[in-house]
Each structure stands twice: as C-alpha cells, then as structure tokens.
C-alpha cells in the first residue's frame, strides 16, 4: 500500500472519530428536549468514550481503514451496513451494562442507542461515498482530449463497460449510449447513459451522433451481428472492439471487462446454448483427469475448461516440452490452487505410458495427442501411423487395465470416407476405441469435429502472416470449404458430450455451415483495413494431396440422431468392429511402420477401413507455402 493511501485513510481515521461525537451527540439531541441535555451530558461523555472505544477497532476490523473508497460500490456499502450495525450493537451492550450497574444517570433514554446506529450509518456511509464522488469528479478529461464510445449491448457487461470507461481516465473513453434490441430498455438509462435505439439503427445513430469507437459487450452476440456492425464502422472509418465471447469466457481465459479488436473468430461466431452444468461437473468435479497432447491447441483448451470444475488433480501430458510449459503457466496464472502435474512423454512409449497411469490413476482422459497436418501426415506416413493409431492404443489399452472411468478421444471430419493419411489413422483410432469400450463395457467414447480457428499452424494465423507480408494470400481452390468452429466452443461441446458418453459413441459436434476459404481469407484481409484483390492479391495453388474439396459430416449408411444437447449428435447404429481383424491390422502396421514401407502402410490403411480412399503421395510440398 503506498503512502498516499496511507494518508488518506488516516484522514479517514481522523473524520471518523468526529463523526463518532458527533452521532452521538446528535442521537441526544434529537431524543431530548434543549433543557434536559445539560442533566445528562455525563452520559454523553461516556457513550462518546465507549462509542470511540468500540467503533473504531470494529470499523478497523471490518477493513474500512484498507480499501480505496474512490471505487466503492455496492460491496463496499453492503460492508459498511455490517460493519456500523456491529458496532452500534456492541456499543450498545456495554452502555447497558452500564445502565444496570447504575453506572449511568438514570433515565437515562435507551432509544438513543437506535437514533445513534443510525446517524452513524448516514454519516459513515456518507463520508465513504463522499469521497468516491470527489474522485469521479476529479477524472474529468479536457473536452478538446475527450473520445466517445458507443456501446451495444445494455445488459450486465454493457453496464460494466461503461462503469469502466467513466472511472477510468486513463482509457480516455467515455460513453455517449447505448443500442440495444430489447424494447424494455429503449429510452431508459444506465448509470446516466441512454439507450439510443436498436442495433440495427447503428449507422443512423453514427450519423447523428459522434462516436470515436463502437464497443460490443454481448459475449453471446452471434456472427451474423458482429458482420453488421463490422462493417458498419469498416464504412465510417469507425475503429470497433468487442468483448470475449461466452465461451472464452466460461473458459477462464479472460474476464468481462477485457476489449480487443474484433477478430474472426467473433465473425463466425454462433449463438450459444445452454449446457448441463451439473452432468459436466459429475465426471470431473473432484477427478483425477489426464489430458494427452496438453500443450496443442484444444489440448490446452480442454485443460484450461476442466480446471474450472475443480478436478482433485489435473495432468497434462506432451511431447513438447515448451508447450506443456505455457500451458502449466497459464493455468497457474489462472487457477492457482489446482492440484497441476506437468509429464512430458510420448503416447508411443508404452512402459511410460503404463508408468503414468500407474503413478496418477487418473478417472478422466481426454486423449487429444495427434498429428494433425494433412499434406505433412502424406509425406510422413510412418510418425502418423505410430502417433495417431499406436499411440491412441497404447493410451486406451492402458485405460482399460487401469479400470480409468472414462476415456474421450478427439477425432476429426476427416476420418469420415478418409482420402489422406491423417483422416486414415483417425478413424482406425476411432475403432480402437470403439472396440475397447464395447469389449469391456467402458465409457470410452468419440467426439469428432471440423477444424478449429486459430489453432497452431491452422489457415487463420498463415493467412494473417501472408497478409502482414503484403501478400498473396495463397488459397488452394476457389471452392475450397471447411466447417469452422472456435477452439473454446468445440471444447465446451466435447465436455458436454464427454458427460452424456455411456460407451462406444461417436459424437458429432454441429458444425453449422461450411465456409469457402476464400471466404475467409477475404474477411481476413477487410479486418486488418485493407480490400481483397486490390490491396492484397489473393492466388489459388491448386489441390493438396489428401484434401477434398468439401469436408463430409457422415459415412454412406451411417446416421446421426439427435442428443439432448441441441449442438450434440450421435452415431445412431453403433459400429461393429471386428476385435481379432482390428488386432492383426495394428501389428501389421506396427510392423511396416519400423520398415517405413510407406506404400505398404498406405494400401493396409485402405484395405481395412470401409471407406478408405488414400492414395501414396511420396513427393514433397511444391513450394513450402502450407494453404488451404
């Protein structure tokens, strides 16, 4: 605490032992009439000794001589209430002690006690707020210096927005209103600030009102609203931020009051539903839960939303020792108390893999150590297939033998109808699941989804790196789609569908639509303030081998129903795996993985899997450049 807080409070200190006389002297006065108070100032003197006694060491115990009252809020005043009734009530009990010890002058009048709480509560409450009022006033910004922000959103963070700018001079922001679409609050106002319209009058309102900024504080505000407002203030030459979503919210990554710039990930945003709370708690509150692959992308993230739901221990599991490290970090910086067991080691390693289960026991394991790149997967056929298929057995076999409860493996749209390497080994690592779970009645299961949005070495960060070059933008084909969804909000659905698993489901995450990646890299390049094709050149590559034009949600034959989760849906005839063909193909391929038979690997993969259509593609990337 620096020495101007000190000071002040010691100011503090100094009007309270006034304001302590003064209740109650006035506790008197207001109780008799003028010609009694000289027959009872004995009792004055002593009530204001015991009062001063009493109240100042209850006030400092309750931390009213420790807080910064420029920023007192509602918590403060709720403090106060406790704090003053404390005192009033002990001051009391003593004085009437005294009263029946005939230690005071009798008749003395007991209502004083209730007249003397409450000018105290007025006058200490009075003073704290007092202060609070003079700091404000103190933080008026030149008008000549003074930007506006106009805010959408009035709900709880769009008031909290706005409570930070107004006690914030550093921000130099203040607001000028709200847009809100619900008809109850148009018209009203929020700590002095009105609700101008609706959001779709945003450019109306822009035109007669003048705002340096546009503020979005509606952390479930879909896509399709941002897109408007986006572009919107893209037309004026308006900067815009937003606040995180729901989802990165729920995932303790950031807190309500952070602004950035808006990204797009909030473009393709979807509006968020309603999760079982209690189910996910149920299998994770107080578990042991094991996370492979925790320094990747969604590994992080599952670690970063289960740690939330207070498991006993969470264990994060990697190859990479510098990831596992800022997930470690990150998670000590935001979960500071949680039980946190960083490994490094290799899934393909299984007397480690056997060691660690041994060691931690652990209930829960959410399995999301993978290859994940499509065309280096084709060029190195062998990392993928020991990685993704005898790495995924090692950890489920050992699951199995350690009795773990529950097992999630993360798969992709790619392992249906697989035409690349990496799709392949998915899917046969979705049958060793599959076969386990059914074999020994396990609640192991898997949850398949599309690709995510700004995980590492993903199109998002390549077409922003091009762009910050000055281009091109490199897109492989004008058609080129892929179902896109946030990292946070894919995590959020594989907890929900981790809780719903009884054994030997594959869950499917609702993807929504399927966005053309010339889609994409052209919002992309709108977002850093320029315009496609003639700010930045955008050039088409050509097909990668192992990639489809269109990604596919369903195998032939194979059908989805619904959950009791709207985004959440499930293989409704369970696939049949032979166990004995399903064993003698993983030794087979165990086998040509230590020859590095590549074509070999390649023809095993598609004469097993159903649907599989790889074909060997031994050359190399044409020119380095990864695209999509």
């Known amino acids: 605490m620096s020495a101007r807080i000190r000071i002040r409070n010691r100011f503090v200190l100094i009007g309270d032992l006034a304001l302590i006389i003064v209740s109650v002297l006035g506790s008197f006065a207001l109780r008799l009439d003028v010609s009694e108070l000289p027959f009872y100032f004995p009792a004055t003197l002593l009530m204001c000794a015991v009062a001063l006694a009493i109240k100042i060491p209850t006030y400092y115990f309750f931390g009213l001589y420790r807080r910064l009252w420029m920023y007192a809020s509602t918590n403060e005043l709720r403090l106060i209430t406790v704090a003053v009734t404390t005192a009033s009530v002990l001051t009391s009990g003593v004085m009437l002690t005294l009263i029946s010890f005939d230690l005071v002058k009798p008749g003395m009048p007991r209502s004083a006690l209730g007249i003397d709480w409450l000018i105290s509560l007025i006058l200490i409450g009075g003073s704290r707020f007092a202060l609070r009022i003079l700091a404000e006033q103190n933080k008026t910004l030149p008008k000549d210096k003074t930007r506006h922000a106009l805010i959408l959103g009035a709900g709880d963070a769009g008031a909290l927005v706005a409570r930070e700018l107004q006690k914030s001079a550093q921000l130099n922001l203040i607001p000028i209103g709200f847009l809100d679409d619900d008809p109850a609050k148009q018209g009203h106002q929020i700590y002095g600030v009105s609700v101008l319209g609706k959001i779709d009058q945003l450019e109306k309102v822009l035109e007669t009102k003048q705002a340096d900024e546009v503020i979005i504080a509606i952390p479930s505000a879909p896509g399709r609203i941002i897109r408007l407002v986006n572009d919107v203030c893209r037309k004026k030459g308006i900067a815009s931020r937003i606040i995180p979503s729901i989802y990165e919210l729920l995932g303790g990554k950031v807190s309500v009051n952070r602004l950035r710039e808006v990204d797009i990930t909030d473009l393709l945003r979807r509006e968020p539903v309603k999760i079982d709370n209690q189910l996910i708690g149920s299998i994770l509150t107080n578990k042991r839960v094991l996370v492979t692959g925790a320094g990747g992308s969604i590994g992080s993230e599952i670690c970063r939303q289960v740690a939330r739901w207070n498991p006993h221990q969470l264990i994060l599991l990697g190859h990479g020792e510098n990831s596992i490290f800022e997930s470690l970090m990150d998670l000590k910086e935001n979960f500071p108390a949680l039980d946190i067991h ?46 993704n298929v005898l790495g995924t057995r090692n950890v489920a076999e050992t699951a199995s033998r350690h009795t773990v409860e529950r097992v999630v493996f993360i798969s992709t749209d790619k392992a249906v109808n697989p035409v690349s390497v990496m799709g392949a080994t998915k899917r046969l690592a979705e049958m060793i699941i599959l076969d386990i779970a059914n074999k020994n009645r396990l609640a192991y299961s898997v949850v398949r989804f599309g690709n995510v949005l700004g995980s590492r070495g993903s199109v998002v960060p390549i077409f922003k790196s091009q762009i910050a070059r000055g281009g091109p933008v490199l897109v492989t084909h004008p058609e080129m789609q892929r179902y896109f969804m946030t990292i946070p909000e894919a995590v959020h659905l594989v907890l929900q569908a981790a809780s719903m698993g009884k054994g030997g489901e594959v869950f499917m995450l609702n993807m929504g639509e399927q966005i053309r990646i010339l889609d994409l890299a052209e919002d992309l390049i709108r977002l850093s303030g320029l315009e496609p094709h003639r700010d930045i050149e955008i050039q088409f590559t050509g097909v990668r081998p192992g990639e489809k034009l269109r990604e596919e949600l369903f195998e032939d034959g194979m059908n989805f129903e619904k959950t009791a989760h709207a985004e959440i849906f499930r293989m409704k005839d369970e696939e049949q795996v032979d166990s004995e063909a399903l064993v003698n193909v993983l030794n087979r391929l165990e086998e040509l993985s230590l020859h590095s038979q590549r074509a070999e690997l390649i023809r095993t993969l598609n004469s097993f899997l159903p649907s599989g259509s790889v074909r060997p593609h031994p050359s190399p990337l044409p020119n380095g450049e990864e695209t999509l």
């Not at 393909?348 to 280096?376: G, Q, W």
């Open 342 to 387: 960083p490994i490094i080691a290799d899934v393909r390693d299984k007397s480690r893999i056997e060691e660690i289960f041994k060691t931690y026991r652990p209930h829960v394991v959410f399995h999301a150590a993978a290859h994940k790149h499509v065309p280096l997967m084709e060029m190195n056929v062998e990392e993928a297939v020991t990685n």
